[in-house]
């Protein structure tokens, strides 16, 4: 089945593998800092609207906190629809960029438990 040395297969199988690795990382980073495909959260372009954050609820479902024009809204997303469930006060987004500065790189937990906590009310 091998031709030649079983060593440089295994080391040019190992090469091939991590050119794709380096492909893709370099992909995700060219599609990521195109105008327009926000899907990793960001500001647009044009900076008058913006992905706070954003949680999976489901396999095609999440929520999402988007800042348009000093306003913020809470969106439920769904693969056919996108739904505001509540705009969201003022005090309520500096509480949560407050918990997100002081939190650990645990800032999804913080948006989870403020969401929780508004929830709660």
């Not at 040395?5 to 380096?22: E, F, K, R, Y």
């Not at 900076?47 to 954050?53: H, I, Q, R």
């Not at 969201?88 to 403020?114: G, R």
Request: charged share 20%; with cysteine.
């Amino acid at each position: 089945m091998l031709q030649g040395n079983p060593l440089a297969s295994l080391l040019g199988m190992l090469a091939v593998i991590a050119a794709i690795l380096v492909l893709a990382w370099w992909a995700t980073k060219q599609i990521a800092q195109r105008p327009g495909l926000q899907g990793f959260g960001g500001r647009l372009p044009n900076g008058d609207m913006s992905v706070l954050a954003q949680i999976p609820m489901g396999r095609e479902q999440r929520l999402v906190v988007v800042e348009c024009a000093a306003r913020y809204f809470l969106l439920g997303v769904t693969e056919h629809n996108i739904s505001m469930l509540s705009e969201l006060s003022e005090e309520d987004v500096q509480q949560w960029k407050q918990e997100q500065e002081d939190a650990v790189p645990a800032s999804k937990q913080s948006f989870s438990t403020l969401l929780q906590n508004k929830m709660r009310r």
